[in-house]
């Protein structure tokens, strides 16, 4: 397994920016396909984003197309979310989530599609005001 752990969490208005920073340590990062995912209280955690371990394909959820974007730094061995725009609706904890070789997003939300990711982080609190 590869150590996550995210950063870059915190409280801004509406319309403002954010970048989430995941960390990794341990087994060969550039490995690993990483995964975004959020939690809002009384919700299921859900599918942000993820890019493939070879950088070369990204995935969005609907609600995030076009205002964020995943990428990742190897030689850095981080992957980052940068959020723009922001809508209150997007407050939650964001965790990001390694699969090895990983190369899609989760075919259904909740532990089944979640269960093909091996690492989670702690988690990072995301609080946008209107």
């Known amino acids: 397994q590869v150590r996550l752990v995210e950063s870059g969490g915190g409280s801004v208005q509406a319309g403002e920016s954010l970048r989430l920073s995941c960390a990794a340590s341990g087994r060969t990062f550039n490995d690993y396909g990483v995964g975004w995912f959020r939690q809002s209280p009384g919700k299921e955690r859900e599918f942000v984003a993820l890019?493939?371990?070879?950088?070369?394909?990204?995935y969005y959820a609907d609600s995030v197309k076009g205002r964020f974007t995943i990428s990742r730094d190897n030689a850095k061995n981080t992957v980052y979310l940068q959020m723009n725009s922001l809508k209150p609706e997007d407050t939650a904890v964001y965790y990001c989530?390694?699969?090895?070789?990983?190369?899609?997003?989760?075919?259904?939300?909740?532990?089944?599609?979640?269960?093909?990711?091996?690492?989670w982080g702690r988690g990072t609190q995301v609080t946008v005001s209107s």
């Open positions: 989530a390694g699969e090895w070789y990983g190369s899609s997003p989760p075919r259904s939300q909740g532990p089944d599609g979640e269960s093909k990711f091996d690492s």
């Open positions: 890019i493939s371990w070879s950088g070369d394909n990204t």
